[in-house]
């Protein structure tokens, strides 16, 4: 079983940063690791993954602004988020699937945590 809770959500202006951290427990042997939102107009949509071997992957709308990493020392992984904008607006999950899943798949990812909000005003 694998525990994920996510933090660092809360509000910011357009173009300023905020940076989400996912902490990990349980057997996490062989997974990737992935961040989604989903907002009131949108269906949950992933934003970025990282694999076990530590690639990144990221989705059109976020590449060059958002940066995923993962700190196998402290057991969480991170999406720097900078240049923000109104239309990134979301509750952020952080999800986890076995080695294989395609990452910006939410049927792939087997954990998820509860979510954190992200608010950008313009």
């Known amino acids: 079983q694998v525990q994920l809770v996510e933090s660092g959500g809360g509000s910011v202006q357009a173009g300023g940063s905020l940076k989400l951290s996912c902490a990990v427990s349980g057997n996490t042997h062989s997974m990737y690791f992935a961040w989604f939102r989903q907002s009131p107009s949108r269906e949950r949509e992933a934003v970025a993954g990282v694999d076990e071997d530590g690639r990144p992957n990221y989705a059109d709308a976020v590449k060059g602004r958002y940066t995923i990493s993962k700190d196998n020392t402290k057991n969480t992984f991170d999406l720097q988020m900078d240049g923000l904008k109104p239309e990134d607006t979301a509750m952020y999950y952080c999800?986890?699937?076995?080695?294989?899943?395609?990452?910006?798949?939410?049927?792939?990812?087997?954990?998820w945590g509860k979510g954190t909000l992200v608010t950008i005003s313009s």
């Open positions: 999800a986890a699937g076995r080695a294989g899943g395609l990452w910006s798949s939410t049927n792939s990812c087997y954990y």
